[in-house]
């Protein structure tokens, strides 16, 4: 208990055992399989919303480029899938059989060579993990390494988002252009078009939410956690420190990115495919929306405005089809008006104090480990003289 308790407090570990009993019973019980298995494709955008916590909220790094790294993790999943779909048995009807449709339909003879790792599952799941990071570590070595950031790193990922995505429409004998990667059916054998398994995968998506919370909690209380916020708030002081501040932002930048990455390979396994829709520059303000709302300065906020968010989105989308976009465009502005620390600001300012009358014993004062409703970010952040 003492090592959990130097990670988490006791109001964070009641968030977590909140999420887990609304993940785990309270959905199950109250929805059908097609509602219970539409927030699971939600819960799948969580995952890029906490990066967005640690990446943004913590540590500054604004991105507008977060779809890229969901997608590549989804694309790396879908390749799987579709060559698992594609045996010379099941395209025996096509000019070369063996191959995924697509390629067929646009004359492509033999399976190429990118293409072939991902016969194993054991390389697509390292892949999903290592491409988003790479792409990531590539793309933030070159921005960090020469101090750029705040605006012109938002723009230029945005950029990124915007050409990755010609990029997969243009190659559409490789990638499935348009229409992206479809007809996903088996991972190995299990068909996971069944209702159980919609069950099975929604259970493992939010098993691995509360892993990757949990995972993001120790390195928001680890000296890194510590620096990160440092970096965002007195970033000079930090360097004038000793401490490397590119390589911060590199490694909180990557993080970003895996998480991103676990997400899209679970949306593609939930919802059967994966296209460029995904990827692009409208997707990843989306994600920086979901996480605005939920407050960026809070993990667990940020599953809650995931949740919120595309709940709201399905709503008006079926209830007025030509006005959701203005909905969720004034779901925006009154985040950013009204409650600007989102829905975290809110808990923090009128519901916590509440909460730790039943917590913390009567007649003893919070300890260290407790914290009463305070600024975010008021533990001492200043960076240390590197040994």
Known sequence: MTSLKSFMSRQEMLGLLVIAAVLFVVMPLAMDIFRLNLFGKYLTYAFV?????LCWGKGGILSLGQGVFFGLGGYCMAMYLKLEASTPEATAIQSTPGIPDFMDWNQITALPWFWQPFNSLTFTIVAIIAVPALFAFIIGTAMFKRRVGGVYFAIITQAIAAILTILIIGQQGYTGGVNGITDLRTLKGWDIRTDEAKYI???VNGGLLIAVLLLSQIVLKSKLGRLLV????QEDRVRFSGYDVSNIKIFVFCFAAVLSAIGGAMFTLQVGFM???FVGIVPS????IFCAVGGRLSIFGAVYGTLL???AKTTFSETFPELWLFGLGALFIAVVLV??????GLYRSYLAPLVDR???PKGRKAEPDEPTPVAPFSADTTAKPAE
């Open 275 to 277: 296209s460029p829709s």
């Open 230 to 233: 440092a970096v965002r708030d």
């Open 309 to 311: 968010v595309n709940w």
């Open 201 to 203: 995968l929604y259970y």
């Open 339 to 344: 409650f600007p620390n989102g829905l975290s």
């Open 358 to 360: 039943f917590i913390v």
């Open 285 to 288: 303000i989306e994600m920086v």
């Open 49 to 53: 919303a906490i990066g967005l916590v």
